[in-house]
């Protein structure tokens, strides 16, 4: 018997909406970014290739199984979708993937600066740091090996080189609130280098903030779903 996660038609008014967000904060540009969440353990509903995600509609989306073959749909599945089933099959908890460029953060991964220092009690407890991980060919095994042999366990949001900013969560709207968190970060980051110092946090007060992640991580998985 197949369990259902979360209610298709109410997911695909929520990527719509989170397109959108995406679109309206210049997050994308073009055709740019894929917005998926796990339906079920064998049902993943998808942004299609081809479209802006600032203008999606709820018909346009697919539903893909976990070898990345259409169920439902009449547009073509995204190509970076194989980089959202990696995280799919390496991370059991995570049931929701965004993927975007937005400006700042993507300007850190061109760079090649991860967003590490522990400087926001926030970012701490909703990221723990943002690690930069190594270029790979977009719609290929090559983007997620660096990411799933070194960082998928320990970290919910992931600057790819060159590329731009992967977040996962339990959730469809937690995935985007963390990437909104990603580029608020790296815009603070920025200011205060351009500043001339960033003030971290002593790692006693880090672990403080650590063992509060762990709560909040918590308080996550034990929300209803449709959140």
């Not at 740019?32 to 999606?56: H, Y």
């Not at 731009?164 to 815009?187: C, I, N, P, R």
Request: glycine share 6%; proline share 5%.
């Amino acid at each position: 018997m197949t369990v259902e996660l979360f209610d298709e038609s109410a997911m695909r008014a929520e990527i719509c909406e989170i397109g959108r967000r995406h679109w309206q904060r210049e997050y994308i540009a073009g055709n740019d970014g894929n917005i998926s969440v796990r339906l079920n353990e064998n049902e993943i509903l998808a942004t299609p290739t081809g479209v802006s995600k600032g203008f999606l509609t709820p018909d346009m989306l697919v539903v893909i199984d976990r070898e990345g073959r259409v169920l439902r749909g009449t547009w073509k599945p995204s190509s970076e979708l194989k980089m959202h089933r990696a995280f799919y099959d390496a991370r059991p908890d995570v049931r929701a993937v965004c993927h975007a460029h937005p400006i700042t953060a993507t300007g850190f991964a061109v760079a090649g600066i991860s967003l590490d220092r522990s400087t926001l009690p926030e970012v701490v407890i909703r990221l723990g740091r943002v690690p930069l991980v190594k270029y790979g060919m977009p719609g290929t095994d090559e983007l997620t090996q660096d990411i799933i042999e070194n960082y998928v366990q320990d970290y919910d949001a992931f600057l790819l080189a060159n590329h731009g900013v992967v977040t996962v969560s339990q959730t469809l709207m937690d995935a985007h609130h963390k990437m909104e968190t990603v580029e608020h970060f790296a815009k603070i980051s920025l200011v205060a280098r351009q500043l001339g110092n960033e003030n971290e946090f002593p790692p006693e007060r880090v672990q403080q903030l650590v063992e509060s992640r762990v709560r909040y991580r918590a308080q996550i998985g034990s929300r209803p779903l449709s959140e």
